[in-house]
């Protein structure tokens, strides 16, 4: 099986990482993702990942906390996602390196963009912690940084809905899933894709967005051999 790009961005949100528990981890959960990432790593495809923090923590939900402060706790969130995976995908049997964009020598490696784009070439996947490093930006506008910087193929945005719809499938049973949409379709309609700082930068580096669900950890793999899954943004 050839697959369909050469250096891939995984967006992860935190409450995927959860499982069915809604909060916090669900180690069961993390190793059939991881397991799916090692079924791509080993077709030769270079990886990084972000993972967001929600499963214990958003920043944007501090309510009367300062913003910065709260947004700190978020990034420190992330942190323990990106260890947890980084504990699933050495079980699986793949070289990994955590880098965050705050320092914490004692527990990952700072981020460096040479570093990572080395370690990717030398078959490591690269998880990036602490989003920017910076408040008021989520880590949906982090995965389109660090693709940018990594000069990733894609980012492949593994969520709870199969793709992106008109309305919420949830509440809407006639909702319409698209297969492909343009950066401008997702700003001028609102759509849910990601935040509007993340896809005006995706846009301006020309950096295509796959959305597809995670329910099925299996996807991840299908995403990158198959062409018929999830929503394509470009």
């Given at each position: 099986?050839?697959?369909?790009?050469?250096?891939?961005?995984?967006?992860?949100?935190?409450?995927?990482?959860?499982?069915?528990?809604?909060?916090?981890?669900?180690?069961?959960?993390?190793?059939?993702?991881?397991?799916?990432?090692?079924?791509?790593?080993?077709?030769g495809v270079q990886i990084a990942i972000v993972v967001g923090g929600g499963n214990f923590w958003r920043g944007r939900f501090g309510?009367?906390?300062?913003r910065t402060r709260a947004d700190h706790m978020g990034m420190l969130a992330t942190v323990i996602n990106s260890l947890a995976l980084?504990?699933?995908?050495?079980?699986?049997?793949?070289?990994?390196?955590?880098?965050?964009?705050?320092?914490?020598?004692?527990?990952?490696?700072?981020?460096?963009?040479?570093?990572?784009?080395?370690?990717?070439?030398?078959?490591?996947?690269?998880?990036?912690?602490?989003?920017?490093?910076?408040?008021?930006?989520?880590?949906?506008?982090?995965?389109?940084?660090?693709?940018?910087?990594?000069?990733?193929?894609?980012?492949?945005?593994?969520?709870?809905?199969?793709?992106?719809?008109?309305?919420?499938?949830?509440?809407?049973?006639?909702?319409?899933?698209?297969?492909?949409?343009?950066?401008?379709?997702?700003?001028?309609?609102?759509?849910?894709?990601?935040?509007?700082?993340?896809?005006?930068?995706?846009?301006?580096?020309?950096?295509?967005?796959?959305?597809?669900?995670?329910?099925?950890?299996?996807?991840?793999?299908?995403?990158?051999?198959?062409?018929?899954?999830?929503?394509?943004?470009?």
């Open positions: 099986m050839q697959p369909r790009f050469k250096r891939v961005l995984l967006k992860l949100s935190g409450e995927a990482l959860a499982g069915g528990k809604k909060f916090g981890l669900d180690f069961d959960t993390v190793l059939k993702i991881c397991s799916s990432i090692k079924k791509c790593a080993d077709l309510g009367k906390m300062d980084a504990d699933g995908l050495e079980q699986v049997g793949l070289d990994v390196r955590v880098q965050t964009g705050i320092d914490m020598k004692e527990i990952a490696e700072p981020y460096i963009r040479n570093r990572a784009v080395r370690h990717m070439e030398k078959g490591r996947i690269v998880i990036f912690g602490c989003g920017t490093g910076n408040p008021f930006f989520s880590t949906d506008t982090a995965a389109a940084l660090r693709a940018a910087e990594i000069d990733a193929d894609i980012i492949f945005k593994a969520t709870n809905v199969d793709g992106v719809y008109d309305s919420d499938p949830k509440t809407n049973k006639d909702a319409k899933m698209f297969d492909t949409l343009s950066y401008l379709d997702v700003l001028n309609c609102g759509l849910q894709v990601m935040d509007s700082t993340a896809a005006s930068l995706c846009m301006d580096n020309n950096i295509p967005i796959l959305v597809f669900n995670l329910s099925d950890p299996d996807n991840i793999y299908r995403a990158m051999t198959e062409g018929n899954i999830g929503t394509m943004v470009k």
